[in-house]
């Protein structure tokens, strides 16, 4: 089965997300390509869904954050796509509400994270409202910050309505915050979408693919192990050789000694098992910033050697 594409559309509410998918989408019709949209939102009548056009398969998640609470039905509905669909492309459209981090956490699973390659999060921003962020309340401006720290990709909406100063001083402040991404000022999401097709989040591609040495921003890697290993040995992994800036694992892992692999998760600090009762696919998925994926893939490999 090939890999699916995937495309992570981030942003506040109001700031062009369904605007470029839109743009995105008709591109696609135009190349032919067989596309899929998951589409996030808050309340429980889905708003945008009209936009999606008959012949792109859509799956939709209402009444709440596809980071917080719907974890489990992301999964679900990705893996019903991938299946059934086969697509070339998926987009993901989510809440203005969502947290970088947590969305690429929902969308990996160690179940299928070898059939999707995801190819960045592209970021919308309101152009005005980015200016006038400090009159939100903490929390929203924090959302914010995030959407805009973990972007591959940042598009400025609505420049148009702005002064040249204005527009200087946005691009200044976004690119202090987030030197990796391309910030592109523009109106109704109008971006080349080529730029958009090259992206490529800083990910490690398992075993025998490339991974890269010093990956900036948010990246992440998936490792397949192909022996059980030393319980000891993997735990000495964790306490010695885990980057703080490692946010998420979640994977299966089978111990010297046991029938069964064991669902191994890891958030923000805190480890923990689950028994299996059946053999599983022994993928792991990592989440982490800034990462030398070299460095983690190597020391996995040699759990193996021992
Ligand atoms: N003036 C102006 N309006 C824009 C621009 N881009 C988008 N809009 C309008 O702003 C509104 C919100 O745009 P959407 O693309 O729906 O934004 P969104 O991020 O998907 O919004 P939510 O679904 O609420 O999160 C729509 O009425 C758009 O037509 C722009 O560059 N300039």
Redesign the pocket.
């Known amino acids: 089965m090939k890999q699916a594409e995937v495309y992570i559309l981030s ?10 998918l839109k743009r995105l989408l008709e591109e696609e019709r135009t190349n032919g390509r067989k596309v899929a949209v998951m589409m996030n ?1 808050l309340g429980n009548v889905s ?2 869904s009209g936009e999606v056009g008959e012949d792109v398969a859509l799956k939709e998640l209402l009444g709440g954050c596809i980071c917080c609470t719907m974890s489990g039905q992301v999964e679900a509905q990705l893996q019903g796509l991938l299946m059934l669909e086969n697509p070339d492309a998926i987009y993901v ?1 989510t ?2 509400a969502a947290h970088p981090v947590e969305v690429l956490d929902a969308l990996l699973s160690p179940l299928f994270a070898d059939k999707i390659q995801l190819k960045g999060i592209v970021s ?1 921003v309101d152009g005005q409202r980015w200016l006038d962020r400090n009159l939100m309340g903490p929390q929203l401006q924090q959302l914010l910050l995030e959407q805009v720290r973990h972007a591959d990709y940042l598009i400025v ?5 702005l002064t040249e100063k204005e527009k200087a001083d946005i691009v200044i402040s976004l690119q202090a915050m987030n030197p990796k991404a391309k910030c592109v000022l ?4 109008k971006v080349p979408l080529n730029e958009l097709r090259n992206l490529s989040l800083s990910s490690g591609k398992g075993k025998s693919g490339n991974v890269n040495t010093k990956a900036l921003g948010l990246g992440t890697y998936v490792h397949t192990f192909h022996t059980s290993v030393s319980r000891e040995k993997f735990d000495q992994f964790l306490r010695n050789h885990l980057p703080d800036a490692i946010y998420r694992i979640k994977g299966y892992i089978k111990f010297q000694g046991t029938a069964y692999p064991e669902l191994f998760q890891y958030s923000y600090g805190m480890p923990s098992f689950l028994k299996e009762e059946m053999n599983i696919p022994l993928n792991m998925v990592f989440i982490g910033e800034n990462m030398n994926w070299n460095e983690i893939k190597s020391e996995l490999e040699k759990l193996e050697g021992d």
């Open positions: 942003g506040f509410l109001g700031s062009g997300k369904t605007t470029l939102e708003i945008d459209e809440t203005g919308t909406n609505k420049s148009s309505d523009t109106d109704y999401s």
